[in-house]
């Protein structure tokens, strides 16, 4: 018996589902997962709300590429304050 239109979609949104969590499996290197104390939480929020950045994790992604990119003095520059 032939599936139906819904079953046939039902499949393939398992297979998708399944595709994108084996993605993400490929690629994260780690799960980073440390407390965040209010001074901080309040610099991120301030970022966020003045770069137009929703989430956290996108916030943190952006700031280590960002930053990534500096010449070696000016990445020891900015390290070097907390």
Do not use: W
Request: with cysteine.
């Amino acid at each position: 018996m032939a599936k139906s239109g819904a079953e046939r979609m039902r499949a393939l949104r398992a297979r998708q589902k399944l595709r994108d969590s084996e993605r993400a499996e490929r690629l994260t290197a780690f799960t980073l997962n440390m407390p965040v104390y209010q001074g901080t939480a309040d610099c991120m929020e301030r970022i966020k709300s003045v770069a137009g950045i929703d989430e956290n994790a996108d916030l943190v992604t952006r700031a280590i590429h960002n930053i990534s990119k500096l010449p070696d003095e000016a990445l020891r520059e900015i390290m070097k304050n907390p």
